[in-house]
């Protein structure tokens, strides 16, 4: 062959030449293949003649040749195989082998005969000639129009793919990453690879911005090149949400990009250079300006977006109309009914909640949230004469009452607790898993009454998301505990809510639990009131503080669980939280100690070893990402059921079965990142749900995270039982210490319409969201 493009350069790093024997695994979604091949040739100290290679390519071809890079790798069961890094086809060689190739499926009309006549007249150099010029295939008789193009454009996706991945392979990149950009940019990968690597930090999901500059250092791009300084802004923005901050001030901003950008020690990078590009990014409408604010367009929209959607539904009028002496009869009715009489905090919470079209009720554990909720439906019910059966209701007439929950467990707990249908806010505005919402301003919620539950972990942008799903004559009730860590995604949406004043709100104050003498609501509300003392940390009926030293801390913890659990106690019912993943007594070392304890290693019971961790059938594990397909949710907790080996499954790899409430998800082996290991759980992970007996560790290791929201938080996970262990003084100090890092938001000023909001709905459905970078 004359001239075979670029896959034809000679071969530079170790590879092995091969051919399919047959293919064993597929996955579409993520191209991940397993095959067996005969080996051609190959630059590796290869003796067998036959190997079985995977990793991420596409399925390979029969009678194809291909180059594989890789690595070999020593699997316990199945031996040495290759580990593909990278790959391409090779063009075939010989005038027959090309017939083959055009004639395969890959290429729709284009059989034996055609493929024969295009090899006859562009000769063995046909493909090159193609790529280069498309109208070659004029001079091949018999071709239709349409054959001609649909064969070009495959040859194109092809070779291009083939060419990237060669081009992009060289720079270190892997296969995955390199799809991932080619399903981005497909044939400008190479120009933007040449002119403006930056590109892929915002487009690819999980390209980093130094991997960028790497490539754009190869690439001669120098360090205060526009592109760059653009691309640290944005970057510098996206790192910030992970810190919850909404927007950066410019000079915040403006320093946090000085320490990313600034590598040559050289004074290039001037304050001004710097914000000359971030006004470049605004006009471009890449970030938001609003004074010295930078935003992300996503949280901008969010920000501004939420203020207009408050503004729009408290602007109406509240539907239920009822006299003072209505209202007073029918709560005396409900009273009666659950004997027991309301107190006039959650007295006046019920009566604002009916009489205002929005309205915030706070307050710390056993205050009666859940009471005024119950009383609040049953009030609304009674007033309005609707009932409290969705059985009732025709799909011309919705169920009035929606109560939703950011996270599952909190939503269960709302069904629980009321006996109506309660769902997360995710689901309840029909989320794709993706980007999409199914409810949003032109397909809104149905039903007359709202109420969310826990708002204080819900983020700025869900936030949006859900305000502008909510139609005009819904009254809405949000509730939470403004104490509690604020959300994990950016804002802090309940307790700027609360500051603004723009709503009414009761706070819930007086402790109803306490006087069945509950030692940790007592607790818990010392804890928020700046009282507790460490004469307060007595064991009492459903509370201990068990000294003991870091070094003891791990065992003391496996302990009290292990004797729990010979007391027949349900593991799903005990928890350990703790705030750390790392150090002696981090939640990584505390699931090691307890899985050998609890769910020890036995000579029938199945494990799966992965990343140094072990899965082992019955032991606890706790999902760390969405899977809505899967119906399982980030924090949701589950038991391995069943581990299978490769050959015992269709999908010929190893896989864990993990039950989750009576459903089963399989994980196969290069999932398993997806859940961890639960006998443990962080701090974080908890909020939104309860537990019988929590165990809180809490030493001087955790310094840096014992602050007084996150101790308020553990502690209030406990409905029965609180078990505190290690140092008493640890404990004391950390919840006299407030979290002082203050999250950079406006929600507040614009709902007191200290600044003027502008709000562009359109403009606002072309913003990506934050999730996509998290
Ligand atoms: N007015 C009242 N009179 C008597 N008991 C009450 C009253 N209000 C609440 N309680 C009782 O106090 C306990 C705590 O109330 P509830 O569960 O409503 O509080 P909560 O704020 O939702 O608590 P948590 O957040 O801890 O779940 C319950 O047992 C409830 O029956």
């Not at 408050?310 to 109406?316: A, F, G, L, N, T």
Request: hydrophobic share 35%; aromatic share 8%.
């Amino acid at each position: 062959m004359d001239n075979e493009n670029v896959t034809m350069e000679p071969e530079e790093k170790p590879y092995v030449k091969v051919e399919l024997k047959r293919m064993i695994f597929h996955k579409e979604e993520e191209s991940f293949s397993i095959a067996s091949v005969k080996v051609l040739e190959t630059t590796e100290d290869l003796k067998e003649k036959e190997l079985v290679v995977k990793g991420y390519f596409s399925p390979l071809e029969e009678g194809e040749a291909y180059i594989l890079y890789g690595y070999f790798e020593t699997h316990k069961k199945f031996g040495e195989q290759y580990v593909v890094e990278g790959y391409r086809r090779v063009m075939p060689e010989t005038k027959d082998g090309l017939i083959t190739y055009l004639s395969s499926d890959l290429f729709e009309g284009v059989g034996k005969k055609t493929a024969r006549r295009i090899v006859d007249t562009l000769g063995e150099g046909a493909v090159s000639r193609i790529l280069s010029d498309k109208k070659v295939l004029d001079e091949v008789p018999k071709m239709s129009r349409t054959i001609k193009d649909k064969l070009y454009q495959t040859l194109q996706e092809h070779q291009g793919f083939e060419q990237v991945m060669v081009e992009l392979t060289k720079h270190g990149l892997g296969l995955k990453t390199i799809q991932k950009i080619y399903g981005a940019f497909g044939d400008k990968t190479l120009e933007i690879l040449e002119e403006d690597p930056y590109q892929f930090v915002f487009t690819v999901e999980g390209f980093g911005f130094h991997r960028a500059d790497e490539l754009a250092k190869q690439q001669d791009l120098t360090d205060d090149h526009p592109t760059r300084i653009r691309a640290g802004c944005l970057y510098s923005l996206h790192q910030n949400l992970q810190a919850g901050h909404v927007y950066l001030p410019l000079e915040t901003c403006i320093l946090e990009m000085e320490q990313l950008l600034q590598t040559s020690g050289k004074e290039t990078l001037t304050y001004e250079k710097l914000a000359e590009e971030i006004t470049h990014l605004g006009e471009e409408k890449f970030v938001f300006i609003e004074e010295d604010r930078i935003y992300l367009p996503s949280l901008y929209f969010a920000e501004n977006g939420f203020t207009s959607q408050v503004d729009r539904i408290i602007s109406e009028e509240v539907e239920v109309e009822f006299t003072q002496a209505d209202l007073l009869k029918v709560i005396g009715a409900i009273e009666e009914e659950e004997t027991m009489s309301y107190g006039k905090e959650q007295f006046e919470a019920i009566e604002t909640a009916l009489k205002q079209k929005m309205m915030i009720i706070t307050g710390g554990p056993g205050t009666g949230k859940t009471t005024v909720i119950k009383g609040l439906l049953h009030a609304y019910s009674k007033l309005m004469d609707y009932s409290l059966d969705p059985k009732d209701y025709t799909k011309d007439f919705a169920f009035p009452f929606v109560l939703a929950a950011p996270t599952g467990r909190a939503a269960k707990r709302m069904t629980e607790s009321t006996g109506l249908p309660a769902s997360t806010i995710h689901r309840l505005l029909g989320w794709d898993g993706h980007q999409t919402f199914e409810k949003n301003h032109t397909n809104q919620l149905e039903g007359k009454l709202l109420i969310i539950d826990e708002f204080s972990m819900v983020d700025m942008w869900l936030s949006n998301q859900l305000f502008r799903a909510i139609p005009s004559d819904m009254q809405v009730v949000v509730v939470g505990d403004e104490d509690q860590l604020p959300s994990v995604g950016p804002g802090q949406v309940l307790a700027d809510l609360l500051a603004s004043n723009v709503l009414p709100s009761i706070q819930l104050s007086e402790v109803y639990r306490q006087k069945e003498g509950s030692k940790i609501i007592h607790l818990a509300h010392a804890i928020k009131n700046d009282t507790c003392t460490a004469e307060m940390l007595t064991k009492e009926k459903d509370f201990n503080f068990i000294q003991a030293p870091d070094m003891q801390l791990k065992d003391v913890v496996t302990d009290i669980v292990a004797k729990a659990h010979e007391k027949s106690i349900d593991l799903r019912d005990i928890q350990v939280l703790a705030p750390m993943y790392r150090t002696e007594t981090g939640i990584h070392e505390l699931n090691r100690s307890l899985q050998s304890r609890v769910n020890p290693k036995k000579k029938n019971k199945r494990e799966m070893e992965w990343k140094g961790n072990v899965f082992r059938k019955g032991d606890k594990v706790i999902q760390l990402v969405n899977q809505p397909e899967e119906n399982v949710f980030n924090g949701d907790i589950g038991e391995v059921v069943a581990i299978f080996r490769a050959e015992e499954n269709v999908d010929q790899v190893e896989q864990v079965v993990v039950e989750f409430d009576g459903k089963e998800v399989t994980y196969p082996k290069k999932e398993l990142g997806n859940i961890m290991l639960a006998y443990c759980t962080s701090i974080h992970k908890s909020q939104g749900s309860e537990f019988s007996i929590v165990v809180l560790p809490v030493t001087y290791q955790y310094n840096r995270m014992l602050k007084k929201n996150l101790l308020y938080t553990a502690v209030t996970r406990a409905k029965q039982s609180l078990i505190l262990c290690g140092t008493p003084q640890a404990f004391l100090k950390g919840i006299s210490t407030k979290d002082t890092n203050q999250r950079f938001t406006y929600l507040q000023e614009k709902l007191r319409k200290e600044t003027p909001v502008t709000y562009d709905e359109e403009e606002e459905e072309d913003a990506i969201s934050p999730y996509d970078f998290m």
